[in-house]
């Protein structure tokens, strides 16, 4: 496997998780950075003995410059080390960035260095959990011909997957991982709140094996996996839970309305509803979407 220097710049969870895989793998890390307490606390957790240093320093001293760095402040952190000459020919700099591609990168690349975009599909505690799960993680790279060879070695050597994305994915990419994992987190805190509301002592027991169950038939079987009075076109227990949900928190209502609106329209399309009760259930639902415009206008919510 071919080694390499690299310095990271940013110590959030995915750069010191990444950094901490690298230097398991052999790789050298040179130096890294990070300013917040929490940052430190990583630093010291999980990359002993590694420099600290300010990111000029930090990229001057490797051939690889991992940018973990968050995505409003991505562009101007690359072209403030590439101003500093800090960053230049013979050098990669490398961004984990999800939305972003090579462009970002711009002034690096102006300045001589390779660029590539590697971004891990994966969520981050920041902790030492993270490093079993980078060998079932696919990471979508992005990057001319020159560093094809460099972004799967450094995939290779955290033990992922590398899949090659064109730079004008990068943002529908990234919009799918969010919608699938973020909203996913949103979706069962809420389905917690709800049954916490109701007395149930431990939510999380309760949902686990459900949920569990659900994501890996989902991930397996696709719209087969899909169960539920959606589903069956069960358009009075829709209604019922729509009506059982008209104290509970706003956001949770409307999550539930919209999800069910998006649930009964793909059950449709994929033929495993019928189009006389799938309208049966958008009507139910768009009455339920007017209910809460009134309660908006009247001042309630």
């Known amino acids: 496997m071919r080694r390499f220097s690299i310095g990271v710049v940013g110590a959030g969870r995915v750069g010191a998780v990444l950094a901490a895989a690298f230097v398991a793998s052999g790789h050298q890390v040179t130096a890294v950075s990070g300013r917040s307490p929490a940052s430190q606390t990583r630093i010291e957790t999980l990359l002993p003995g590694i420099p600290v240093r300010d990111p000029a320093r930090v990229a001057a001293s490797a051939d690889i410059l991992l940018l973990a760095v968050p995505d409003d402040v991505l562009e101007r952190t690359a072209a ?65 011909d020159a560093v094809r060879d460099t972004g799967e070695a450094l995939v290779a050597g955290l033990g992922g997957t590398p899949v090659w994305l064109s730079e004008d994915q990068r943002v529908l990419y990234h919009a799918a991982l969010a919608h699938g994992a973020n909203h996913l987190v949103t979706l069962v805190t809420q389905a917690q709140e709800l049954l916490r509301s109701t007395g149930m002592p431990d939510p999380s027991g309760v949902l686990r094996p459900l949920l569990s169950a659900a994501l890996d038939n989902a991930l397996a079987y696709g719209d087969a996996a899909l169960t539920g009075p959606v589903v069956r076109g069960d358009v009075a227990t829709v209604e019922a839970h729509v009506d059982a949900l008209a104290d509970a928190p706003g956001p949770i209502r409307d999550a539930y309305v919209s999800m069910a609106r998006a649930t009964t329209e793909h059950a449709v399309a994929s033929g495993s509803l019928d189009g006389g009760r799938g309208r049966d259930l958008k009507r139910v639902l768009d009455e339920a979407d007017w209910d809460s415009l009134a309660q908006i206008a009247a001042g309630i919510r």
Request: net charge negative; hydrophobic share 45%; aromatic share 4%.
């Open 80 to 144: 403030s080390l590439a101003e500093s000459g800090s960053i230049g020919s013979g050098q990669v700099a490398v961004h984990t960035s999800g939305r972003h591609g090579v462009d970002v990168l711009a002034a690096p690349a102006e300045a001589g260095a390779a660029v590539l975009a590697m971004h891990p599909a994966m969520t981050f505690t920041g902790t030492d959990v993270d490093l079993g799960r980078l060998a079932s993680t696919v990471f979508a790279l992005t990057g001319g």
